[in-house]
């Protein structure tokens, strides 16, 4: 996906609200304001509300302070704590206006509050306010995460999700798997046909590796110069091997012309690792782990992928 259709598909999309609060009349009102304008789900109490931030990840968060088990300050504190969810907008609602209370709201990462009784006009505007903010938040956000040469996620972004998903495969108790990437001879392809064409060539293999990744949670990125990088989350080695196979020959297929490459056309390697992630166990190490493979794959001739898997203990 280039920049430009990153920003139309934000500005396009209906915005998500999460309705929080014990009392289900309060939740049917701000729920009549706002049905219209935007996706809504509702929780009734604070961990059911962490839960549905994890699930859905709403845009806003509408939260009541005070409800039984865990306080809208503490949901608000837990949401910021945890890079996951930290971004979305917390939009504290209160039957009271204590400035001191509101000072502990904003320094726990709330964008604003709203007070009760509910004025429908005044909250649907500053709910409004703020969901513009996050949206222009979520486009500069997402040109910062995009290689401006491929379109691809760049390596920040790269470095960002992998945590995140690691973390995930760690409470499903599923296999992670990383594909890195190295275009063939790419210095020769530089050397004979010049650095725009060079350009050109990379955004030819970015977007027919990119194509052929069919699920939305894959992801791909430029991880530096002619390298590239795959995360196959919920994947073991066995299916990784066979999916950067299936790419590295879905680069030869593209045809690009390379003369001073043994096979006379751009080709890839293809570094594959995977693992059950374990909290105890550094991320690092399975992007270590593919890289290896990777200088496995040249040293053997190149166009070709080898794999291993990380046994844990």
């Known amino acids: 996906m280039t920049i430009n259709e990153l920003i139309e598909a934000k500005r396009t999309n209906k ?13 049917k009102m701000l729920h009549q304001i706002f049905r219209n304008d935007y996706e809504l789900y509702m929780a009734t109490n604070g961990e059911q509300a962490i839960e549905v931030c994890h699930k859905m990840q709403p845009d806003i968060v509408l939260l009541d302070i005070e409800m039984p088990g865990l306080s809208g300050y503490e949901v608000c504190q837990k949401l910021k704590a945890d890079p996951e969810t930290a971004g979305i907008g917390v939009i504290f609602v209160t039957s009271h206006f204590n400035e001191a209370e509101e000072v ?11 007070h009760k009784p509910i004025n429908p006009i005044i909250t649907s505007a500053r709910v409004k306010n703020q969901y513009q903010l996050k949206l222009q938040t979520d486009v500069l956000h997402s040109i910062a995460m995009v290689d401006s040469l ?9 470095e960002q999700r992998l945590p995140e998903i690691w973390r995930q495969c760690c409470r499903a108790q599923s296999h992670l798997a990383v594909i890195m990437f190295d275009v063939d001879f790419f210095k020769r392809y530089n050397d004979r046909y010049g650095h725009q064409d060079g ?5 030819q293999v970015a977007a027919g590796l990119s194509k052929l990744l069919k699920r939305p949670c894959d992801i791909i990125a430029r991880y530096g110069g002619e390298e590239f990088i795959c995360i196959l989350p919920e994947t073991d080695l066995a299916g990784a091997v066979y999916l950067a196979q299936v790419m590295v020959d879905g680069v030869k297929s593209l045809q690009i012309e390379h003369m001073d490459s043994s096979y006379g056309v751009i080709t890839v390697s293809a570094g594959v690792a995977s693992i059950l992630p374990q909290q105890d166990i550094d991320w690092h190490a399975l992007v270590e782990a593919a ?6 794959a040249k040293d053997g001739g190149r166009n070709r992928v080898v794999g291993t898997d990380l046994v844990t203990v």
């Open 15 to 27: 915005g998500k609200i999460l309705i929080v609060d014990d009392q289900p009349l309060n939740i």
């Open 104 to 114: 502990k709201g904003f320094q726990l990462g709330a964008v604003d509050f709203i």
């Open 150 to 158: 491929t379109g691809v996620a760049n390596r920040r972004q790269f």
């Open 199 to 203: 350009d050109r060539c990379l955004r």
């Open 291 to 296: 890289d290896q493979q990777l200088y496995l």
